[in-house]
């Protein structure tokens, strides 16, 4: 088995940084991409802001390769958009020699197994390799590996608008927006209208933000805001006290324009219906508050993950958060105020199916708080213990900038090290 490939679904920043781990560890490796390039999730929202600066966004294994070339790394205190990740960074990434003819793009994985056996097979389970079962150009081809990084990402299984969490038809999903909008390149679709933004995590607040400057231009346009915190504060994070300026200011600013009146902010609003009135929309809470005359419904709470295609492996997921059981109680928002998290890698990440891991934001399940850097120390670790390198694979370090939110607890370097993050999804954190 050993001459088979680690399979890595997803060429996305973390299942790249995987591929660059597993070159310079000598790995043979394979990137299943389901897009027409590499990035394709950050590109759909390309036109946001990141947060974090290129300092947490560019893998360190990837930026060895990538020094190789006459590579020009991106100023370490700037702020890409998710277009500039994909063209500054992953673009260049995977188009190194060293990466030529292992990304196969177009390429949708639609189911995992082992070679002659199903789930219930124990004997020789470890020792068979896996199949992957993937489509492309309308024809499923078959795959073997000897490892899988699932690092498929949770983008494209948005959350519902609902408070109990269930979409409860099709035909909604398609009627709502579940993505963040390119808001300025669509104005004519927004200005005067009345526009709702469901969650209060950053896409929200970037979706607001950027609804608050049509409204400058055009005053009739009515921007509602709701959410099921209890206090809008909650959703504006660490402001000031954010070591990553960028995030504060989402938060800042979103501040602004609900005190000044800009937005309607409907809060502790838990969302039983959307119905079509003569009006537009109306959107219905458990209370019978109502938010009425809506023309377009903007829901941004959050993804979760798809675990449609790995039923026939033997997975291990919390009932809650839906990550593995060893990471859940550190990335719970119902049991931590905003999110603490402690670096983990492999051991974290284990499932019971010998040498499968799922990584990056997917590894969160609906925890709403993954980093990129996160993920990164997350494949560097699994690649270490794939390729038997089983020392380097415990030794998991990493700081996280702190949201200013919660209380931090710096130990000494090595060690266990509590910090604090914010999310992008709901926003869920009780903090
Ligand atoms: C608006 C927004 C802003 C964010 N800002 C920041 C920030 O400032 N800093 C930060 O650290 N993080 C940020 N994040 C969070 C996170 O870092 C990103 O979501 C990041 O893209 C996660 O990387 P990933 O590789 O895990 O998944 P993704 O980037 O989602 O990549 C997954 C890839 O898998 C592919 N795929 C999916 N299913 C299949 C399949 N079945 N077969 C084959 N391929 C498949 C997809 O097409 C995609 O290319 C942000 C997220 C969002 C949404």
Known sequence: MNHLP???????????????????????????????????????WGHIQLFSPWEYNINSAAKKLLHTTDWREPAADELPTGKEIVEE???????????????LLLTEVIAITRINKDKMKSSFREESPFVIYAKTNGKTKKLEAKAIIDASGTWNNPNPPFADGVWRDEDLKKRVITTIPNIKAEEEKYKNKHIAVIGSGHSALNTLIDLSHVKEQYPKTKISWVVRKERAQEAFGGEESDTLAARGALGTKTHNIVDNGVVHLFSNFYVEAIEQGDEGYNILSTEGIEVHGVDEIIVNTGARPNFSFLTELRLEVDSAVESTPKLAPLIDPNLHSCGTVRPHGEEELRHPEHNFYIAGVK?????????????YEQVRSIVAYISGDLEAAKKVELELPETGVCKVNLAPKNQLQIVSVHGFGDGSCGC
């Open 89 to 103: 960074y992953l673009e260049p990434l995977s188009s190194l020699p060293q990466f030529s003819g292992k990304i």
């Open 6 to 44: 680690t399979v890595i679904i997803g060429a996305g920043p973390i299942g790249l940084a995987a591929a660059a781990h597993l070159y310079e560890r000598n790995e043979d490796f394979l990137v299943v991409e389901k897009g027409g390039r590499v990035g394709s999730n950050l590109l759909e």
């Open 363 to 375: 590894s969160y399940g609906r925890a709403p708080t993954f980093l990129m850097t996160t993920g």
